[in-house]
């Protein structure tokens, strides 16, 4: 399945969505970053956990510090399933 750059921004900002505890009717933008979304290290993990079943794809332990923002996790998620 081809994925769009659309279809995997939406999908990465749902997914962000459901574990932000506060201002969850916030617009999720691609130049957010977690931590202003209100996701500390421990939510990043688990946001990137259901990343990785959601788009069928694995995250290196070396990269999970590199994403900081949205865009960051929807750029690799594109290119991780292009791959594929």
């Given amino acids: 399945m081809t994925l769009t750059v659309n279809q995997v921004s939406l999908d990465v900002a749902s997914l962000t969505r459901k574990l932000m505890t506060e201002n969850v009717d916030r617009e999720i933008n691609a130049g957010d970053t977690f931590v202003e979304l209100g996701l500390d290290s421990l939510k990043l993990v688990d946001l990137l956990a259901a990343v990785e079943t959601h788009f069928d794809i694995e995250v290196p332990d070396e990269l999970v510090g590199s994403f900081a923002k949205v ?3 929807s750029d690799f998620v594109l290119s991780a399933r292009s791959a594929v």
Avoid: A, F, S
Wanted: hydrophobic share 35%; no cysteine.
């Fill in 71 to 73: 865009q960051d996790l």
